[in-house]
């Protein structure tokens, strides 16, 4: 693994997004304008739209960078250009690397927007820090970046990519505790929930809107999704492949 490499891979990613105005717009605006929304649907329920938009504030991060993430990935090996990059001197690990720092570059941008929005013009109110909820906010999203690298090596078409969504995204989606307490779901379900990492998203938002301090279980919670994150680039590099067959 070369760290020059993987910058140069950044970069390039970089460049091509760049060129692409609406995958940004989608990337940065679409989960500001999904808050949004959110805000106006609970109008008459502050303590509502205080709760499920600060999970939602890790949700919607996670979700457009999957889908961002694992179609962009996938037309880089349908069109070739993955087969060439691998056979110069370019690891799997470097690439993943790189692809994984450009769009942690833009998860960051999307994660700060969408929480400055929802604390400073949308007055959500919790009780700890912004920047704890930046944090999650951005693991969330590094998460969905992850994940997003990962299917791509299983989907042939760009179609097929997006429909890992509701085989990965949706089920944790409804076991996270967004929905109902997790602690009062069936048994086996909550069993699940307890290995799905964006519970863990959610369970941090909910400590940061509660408490005004770092509590032992936030500590938890951020430690398991970024350690999700890492797990799932570290398959991602070992299951990637040059060329969809």
């Known amino acids: 693994?070369?760290?020059?490499?993987?910058?140069?891979?950044?970069?390039?990613?970089?460049?091509?997004?760049?060129?692409?105005?609406?995958?940004?717009?989608?990337?940065?605006?679409?989960?500001?304008?999904?808050?949004?929304?959110?805000?106006?649907?609970?109008?008459?329920?502050?303590?509502?739209?205080?709760?499920?938009?600060?999970?939602l504030l890790g949700i919607f991060p996670m979700i457009t960078m999957f889908l961002v993430t694992s179609i962009a990935t996938l037309r880089e090996r349908t069109s070739g250009t993955l087969e060439r990059l691998l056979s110069m001197p370019l690891g799997k690990a470097d690439l993943i690397l790189g692809y994984a720092l450009a769009f942690g570059l833009l998860a960051v941008a999307q994660a700060a927007l969408a929480t400055g929005v929802t604390i400073w013009f949308l007055d959500l109110d919790f009780a700890g820090s912004p920047w704890l909820l930046l944090l999650i906010a951005l693991l969330d999203a590094l998460l969905g970046t992850a994940l997003g690298l990962f299917v791509s090596a299983f989907a042939a078409t760009e179609f097929q990519a997006v429909q890992f969504m509701p085989a990965l995204i949706l089920p944790q989606l409804l076991l996270c505790g967004l929905l109902t307490p997790r602690d009062t779901m069936q048994p086996v379900l909550e069993a699940v929930s307890n290995v799905l990492p964006l519970s863990y998203a959610v369970?941090?938002?909910?400590?940061?809107?509660?408490?005004?301090?770092?509590?032992?279980d936030l500590v938890r919670d951020i430690a398991i999704v970024a350690g999700s994150a890492l797990l799932v680039l570290l398959l991602g590099a070992a299951t990637l492949r040059r060329r969809t067959p």
């Open 1 to 55: 693994m070369s760290a020059t490499r993987t910058l140069a891979t950044a970069r390039r990613v970089l460049r091509q997004l760049a060129h692409d105005p609406r995958t940004i717009a989608l990337l940065l605006l679409v989960p500001v304008l999904l808050t949004v929304l959110l805000y106006y649907v609970y109008a008459d329920d502050r303590e509502l739209f205080d709760r499920i938009g600060a999970s």
């Open 203 to 216: 369970d941090g938002m909910n400590e940061v809107l509660r408490n005004p301090g770092v509590t032992g």
